[in-house]
């Protein structure tokens, strides 16, 4: 509502009047990309404590939305994935565990696709430095990626919890960093399933070739069609 204030009432009306009632097919064109990242996001799960698909689905859908509307990065809409699911009946050690790793699959992802763009921006001969760049960017993720997989085996959590009690001495805390350790068993545990792993990358990276239909259509709203090639 600010945004929209500040930046005029009229501007902004004018911006979605150019857009036409096609815009409103742009959610509807999403869903197919949401509906993946839950199911994707359920395989996380053993499957005697899977939650419904539907409350997958429903806390996917309020945590994009809490990513979209606030200044909370992508992290905030973790946190309010994991809550969705303990309000839904999950424990809460499974929901902390599956927004991790589930966040970890969401990397994975970004990184072949951001390889797979590096690689057609090259063969369209696009000028070497931003081709250069691109893959410099890549390679970065790609690290990161690496370096958090590695301290949630070497148990990440634990760690922390182990470093915050040496400077709170609170009386409570040795429980804190007891389940901060379970925590962390239980993500290993998760990355044993190797095979629950592939299926959530392979369906998360289908699902996010779906964003393709939602950007056509947008350019196509706005008059700039793109074709394939």
Not at 82 to 97: F, I, K, N, P, S
Not at 122 to 142: E, K, N, P, W
Request: some cysteine; overall charge positive; glycine content about 10%.
């Amino acid at each position: 509502l600010a945004l929209v204030v500040t930046q005029g009432l009229a501007t902004v009306a004018t911006a979605l009047g150019e857009l036409g009632a096609g815009v409103l097919l742009l959610p509807a064109v999403y869903l197919p990309h949401v509906a993946g990242a839950a199911l994707s996001w359920s395989q996380l799960f053993l499957p005697s404590r899977r939650p419904a698909f539907t409350v997958a689905l429903r806390a996917i859908w309020i945590g994009l939305s809490t990513e979209m509307m606030l200044p909370a990065a992508t992290i905030g809409s973790e946190f309010v994935k994991a809550r969705m699911l303990m309000r839904a009946g999950v424990r809460g050690g499974d929901a902390a565990t599956s927004v991790v790793v589930d966040k970890t699959v969401q990397t994975m992802v970004l990184v072949v696709w951001g390889l797979i763009g590096v690689g057609v921006l090259a063969s369209t001969h696009a000028d070497s430095r931003i081709v250069l760049t691109a893959l410099i960017g890549a390679g970065l993720l790609a690290a990161g990626l690496a370096g958090f997989v590695v301290a949630q085996h070497a148990g990440l959590f634990g760690f922390l919890a182990g470093l915050a009690g040496k400077a709170v001495h609170a009386s409570a805390w040795p429980a804190v960093i007891d389940n901060a350790a379970d925590l962390d068993a239980t993500i290993r545990g998760v990355y044993g399933r190797k095979l629950s792993i592939l299926r959530a990358c392979l369906i998360r990276f289908f699902s996010r070739s779906m964003l393709f239909a939602e950007l056509w259509l947008a350019a196509y709203l706005m008059g700039q069609a793109v074709t394939p090639l």
